[in-house]
């Protein structure tokens, strides 16, 4: 099975900034989309950044929007989020992950079919 590795997270002060970065450990099939999620306890996975492979377009949810930016290499199947001007709100499990074939839903869990083992951002006041 593919495995996607995590690296980077911690604990920063409100307005700091943190690196992710997500790679695989096994040669793999294309991916066509890389996506960042994140997930507090009790709460869903949700939706923070994805980035479309082929041609390099983004997308992020509303409240990072600004602050968060994601970057990869295609041909290395490796993305990294950028993680600026942090909030307490921003603390949670990101997960990273990955889909092997085209989707709309890179908004969605249900697009991709692997993922990371999740890596803890704390973001203190």
């Known amino acids: 099975q593919v495995q996607l590795v995590e690296s980077g997270g911690g604990l920063v002060q409100a307005g700091g900034s943190l690196r992710l970065s997500c790679g695989t450990s096994?040669?793999?099939?294309?991916?066509?989309?890389m996506g960042w999620f994140r997930q507090t306890p009790g709460q869903e996975r949700e939706f923070v950044a994805a980035r479309i492979q082929s041609d390099s377009r983004t997308y992020y949810r509303d409240s990072v929007k600004g602050r968060f930016f994601i970057s990869g290499d295609s041909a290395k199947n490796t993305v990294v989020l950028e993680m600026n001007s942090l909030k307490p709100e921003d603390t949670a499990v990101y997960y990273c992950a990955a889909a092997t074939k085209p989707t709309t839903y890179w908004h969605s869990i249900e697009g991709y079919d692997d993922w990371g083992q999740g890596t803890q951002v704390n973001v203190s006041l």
């Open positions: 096994t040669r793999t099939f294309t991916r066509y989309v």
